[in-house]
């Protein structure tokens, strides 16, 4: 199930990490989504480390080498998660669907957590989830079925010509799926304008703005 392999790992940990029960997990925190169709919400989050997609704009390139983040449990997460009102989960990354996330889900749940994934749709789909959010990257394509099962496709805009790779995506995804430009936060300021120009030429788009920076909240 997961592509990842982690160097230094025991035969157990190894086994461990395959099925899920143990992730390397960057950081958890309790805050709001700033983001996308949950933008507002309260949500604990969990950053996944380990990456291989690449974008060069990435701000959270600390997260790629998933081998210098703690492997932890599922239980663990779940304990940390026991210290705040959290009634919603984000799993993000890094690429949370290098791992099995099935068993991480299965607990969650019992918990009437509900859990929203972002993706980059680059992996196979594991564990399941309320709301999917693939955020594809054109330097590695996201795979077919998980565009088809993302309900909303949210594209990062660095430059022009990620407006012809936001409508691209928008051909695989279903019909409900809400669509959103997210200007990348470095280019922010050239890209604001262009973002709401095409917006308003192509209104099946909606902005979705990293309100979280905007307020100072993790
Ligand atoms: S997919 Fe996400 S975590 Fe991976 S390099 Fe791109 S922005 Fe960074």
Redesign the pocket.
Known sequence: MTNCKLSNLTDEQQKLLEAGQLLPVMEMFYSIQGEGYNTGKAAFFMRIGG?????H?????E??DASVHPLTTVDQILENLGNYAAKSVVI????PLMYNLEPLCQALKKENIRIFL???G?CPLSGSFDWICV?P?S??SPRKEMLQLADELKV?VYDETDFAWAEKNTTLVKQQCRLYLQPEWSRSKTMMPRVVEYILKNPKWMISLQSHKYINIP
């Open positions: 990456c291989d997609v690449g974008c704009w990435c701000d959270v390139k997260a790629w993000t990354g890094g690429e972002e993706t980059s680059t955020s990257k330097q590695q990062i």
